[in-house]
């Protein structure tokens, strides 16, 4: 079992309509869980961190953290073409590598007008 | 705030050579990591510091991998002998504390 798992796509979304992007992960103690953002051939940029169970907004994204069920997602609402790139799901795990962040292999989303 | 910056931007070097990858941090952060990136294995950790100590090397392929921090604003990523399975996007990120990764613009690798 992979650490971070993510559906690798593609997600194919109609401009406009809500995309959902989801991820599991194995470590119960994991603290601190982030989405970033993949362009082709660009670095990763951060989108949203979550650390507490719930909702996280901002702006057209939602951040969703189901610690119990080991779950993060992300909803981007009133996709738009620019959205369509590779979401990757990071999480922080705890113990003597506290900081050790580990990364999913990515959602390819695409956006269709 | 200049972000992480990497060099060389690419890089083509034949199967048995000496490959070194640069990095220096964003001022003031405390965590540098190395990432390798391939379609198929996706965004590895292979090695990370704290405070210019090496914490956890697992993710390391083997032995001809080896990285080093000689101090708090550059770190290096050497691969000797190269062999084309080792061509890859290589990433370097920093952060501070608990603040969220800042990724360089990767350096990419291709060994022929």
């Known amino acids: 079992q992979k650490e971070v798992e993510q559906n690798s796509g593609p997600l194919s979304v109609p401009e406009g309509a809500i995309a959902s992007l989801n991820c599991t992960y194995s470590?119960?103690?994991?603290?601190?869980f982030f989405w970033y953002r993949q362009y082709s051939g660009k670095s990763p940029e951060l989108i949203m961190f979550i650390y507490s169970n719930g909702d996280k907004e901002d702006g057209r994204f939602t951040a969703q953290l189901n610690k119990a069920s080991q779950y993060v997602s992300l909803l981007i609402r009133d996709s738009q073409p620019s959205d369509s790139a590779t979401y990757l799901c990071?999480?922080?795990?705890?113990?003597?590598?506290?900081?050790?962040?580990?990364f999913g292999s990515g959602t390819r989303l695409s956006i269709r007008p | 705030d200049a972000g992480v910056i990497q060099s060389p931007r690419h890089e083509v070097t034949e199967m048995g050579q000496e490959v070194t990858l640069r990095c220096k941090p964003i001022s003031g952060h405390d965590y540098l990591f190395w990432y390798r990136q391939t379609m198929m294995r996706g965004l590895e950790l292979l090695i990370y510091f704290n405070n210019n100590v090496p914490i956890d090397d697992s993710g390391m392929p083997e032995d001809r991998f080896s990285a080093k921090m000689p101090n708090a604003s550059f770190s290096t990523l050497k691969i000797q002998p190269s062999e084309p399975r080792d061509s890859a996007v290589y990433f370097c990120?920093?952060?501070?504390?608990?603040?969220?990764?800042?990724f360089g613009n990767g350096t990419r690798l291709t060994v022929t």
């Open positions: 470590d119960r103690g994991s603290q601190s």
């Open positions: 990120a920093s952060s501070s504390g608990d603040s969220p990764l800042h």
């Open positions: 990071a999480v922080k795990r705890v113990g003597s590598s506290a900081s050790k962040i580990i």
